[in-house]
């Protein structure tokens, strides 16, 4: 079985400053651990992901993740935020077999202050 | 038209109204997927099929029918829904397993 947790329901920052979403896995293989991203009235746009090669994966629009095993996490950073991010983030887990589903956590909501 | 497309955008239906909702993908993938998302809850994955063939039902409401004619379109047949029904309905398609998902725009559904 396999699960997300992302703490929190909401996280705001200034324009400039950095962004962390936070998010916590729980999965019996190898996961493969994924960051969407969903603006208002649009379906989800795939951020990175990680498949089990480089630790640190980078993704589109600045954002990074860093995949840690002994701490189960998979954060979400960006070293500068613009007033574009704001947005719904979610994290999710999926196993490597061809049978395997993605698990979304519960979404962040992510307000950017000018 | 590229990506996955889902129409209507929007569905507003009485209780005992039947309606269906259609998803098509133009990205050559073979599995396709219906969630459900509600305010404040995960997503929510109704169904999939790979080859056309369902290979998920995650405890879905008989009022709730997929069909799946062929790898490039799913349709969700609604009948006989409840309020609680209201939701986003995704669609997204992949070439299955942990291959990144396409989702589309969803339909927004209240019923009333």
């Known amino acids: 079985a396999q699960s997300v947790t992302q703490l929190g329901s909401h996280v705001s920052v200034s324009e400039g400053a950095l962004v962390l979403l936070r998010c916590n896995y729980s999965s019996s293989v190898p996961p493969y651990l994924f960051w969407y991203v969903q603006y208002p009235n649009q379906g989800l746009q795939l951020l990175l992901k990680?498949?089990?090669?480089?630790?640190l994966v980078k993704g589109i629009n600045g954002f990074e993740a860093e995949f840690k095993k002994s701490e189960t996490s998979f954060h979400l950073t960006k070293p500068s935020a613009h007033m574009s991010d704001a947005a719904e983030y979610f994290c999710?887990?999926?196993?490597?077999?061809?049978?395997?589903?993605?698990?979304f956590g519960k979404g962040i909501t992510l307000s950017v202050r000018p | 038209e590229t990506g996955v497309t889902q129409t209507p955008r929007h569905l507003v239906m009485g209780m005992t109204n039947k309606k269906s909702l259609k998803c098509e993908q133009h990205l050559g993938h073979n599995a396709m997927y219906w969630y459900k998302q509600s305010a404040k809850k995960p997503l929510e994955l109704m169904f999939v099929?790979?080859?056309?063939?369902?290979?998920e039902n995650n405890s879905v409401p008989s009022r709730f029918s997929p069909e799946c004619p062929n790898s490039s379109h799913l349709f969700l047949h609604l009948h006989t829904l409840q309020p609680e029904d209201s939701a986003l309905y995704l669609c997204?398609?992949?070439?299955?397993?942990?291959?990144?998902?396409?989702f589309g725009p969803g339909t927004r559904l209240t019923v009333l």
């Open positions: 099929y790979n080859f056309k063939e369902q290979t």
């Open positions: 997204a398609s992949s070439y299955g397993g942990p291959d990144t998902q396409y």
């Open positions: 999710a887990v999926s196993g490597p077999g061809a049978n395997s589903k993605l698990t």
């Open positions: 990680y498949t089990s090669a480089a630790t």
